[in-house]
């Protein structure tokens, strides 16, 4: 376990540079989960993620010596973003290797910061061998994202804040990749509430920390796949799965759709901007692998907000047509005038509001006079859908629908 003591250090020191994040009662996701649901709101730190609590009471614990070396760290975005705000703040020089398929988002939040970044490797783990190599052959100090006792300390702090506002918690939910987060946070909840239940929540296209876990003892991935770039961790480390094993309760996993729904559900229903790793733990809460909490008093911890526009809008437009709200429909036509005028007006009879219109005329697949048409609607959910396409069927509409 990392010493209480030492945390409650970190949590003195990070004073005036780290923002107290709320920690507050969600109403909506208790309902759909059944128990009495609190969430710590690290996306609203000041780094968009609790990254930065780990880094700046790293940096502020080393020498002046070590700090004129300059600082180097390997990185998925958000422990980069802290290790680059805090060496900004103590005016050194910091360099960061993050993996290539970073989103632009968290390389320009780097930047941001001043440090100078070099994008290498295909994941976590091989930007991380280079900045390991890269450090040492430039005498640079590296600052690891996870199993820095230094590091894992400042994470804890998130505990002690949590415990402060609501001390009688039944069990805390924590995302959980390379493990410095959950062995930071679960050493506090288990020195000063015994009782909470520790859970951690693991991508399923990450496994390793979770059978490792299982296990007991490190078992490394082959490979990593998962929307939740932020606990993609692919080898497991000794250091913090000793602490995991020590003071956690049991490890979960949530799948891509799974982590996917939850940031869709914390964007409209708790208005709240989460990235995959974040949304972990309320995914695990929605979909029912923690079904065994229901009438408990649960804090889940949300660990960032620096979700790609990319991916978040790919996320949105799957959720909207899986709710009911949007579909696409291919029709077979006569290709002559007012043929599309008809369907259209249709259409509109129903409702149904058209926001995009393609118009094939040359697919090998038709029938000489003949045009397909393919219809994007918003809708008002499943029965009015089913009623476009009986519609459609009436009127003899040769159609496919995309899902």
Known sequence: MVDLQTIYEAHERIKGTVVETPFAFAPRLSEECGCEVYLKKENLQVTGAFKIRGAYNKIASLTENERQCGVIAASAGNHAQGVAMAAQIFGIKALIVMPESTPLTKINGVRYYGAEVILAGGNYDEAYAYASAYGTEHGLVFIHPFTDPAVMAGQGTIALEMLDTIPDLDAVVIPVGGGGLISGMASAIKALSPKTEVIGVSAAGAPAMRESFDAKRPIDSTSVRTIADGIAVRDTS?????????????????????????????????????????????????????????????????????????????????????????????????????????????????????????????????????????????????????????????????????H
């Open 238 to 402: 000794e250091i913090t799965l000793n602490h995991i094993l020590g003071c956690v309760d049991r490890i979960v996993s949530v799948d891509d759709e799974e982590i996917a729904n939850a940031i869709l559900f914390l964007l409209e229903r708790q208005k709240l901007v989460v990235e995959g790793a974040g949304a972990a733990g309320v995914a695990a809460m929605l979909h029912g692998t923690l079904s065994d909490l229901k009438g408990k008093k649960v804090g889940v911890v949300l660990s960032g907000g620096n979700v790609d526009v990319t991916l978040l809008s790919v996320i949105i437009e799957k959720g909207l047509i899986k709710s009911g709200r949007k579909m696409k429909v291919t029709v077979t036509l006569v290709d002559k005038p007012g043929a599309l005028m008809q369907l259209t007006q249709m259409l509109q009879g129903l409702n149904a509001n058209i926001v995009h219109i393609a118009y094939d005329r040359t697919s090998t697949t038709l029938a000489y006079g003949d045009a397909n048409v393919t219809i994007h609607l918003e809708t008002k959910g499943e029965e009015h859908q089913s009623q476009i396409r009986a519609l459609l069927k009436e009127h003899r509409y040769l159609s496919s629908e995309e």
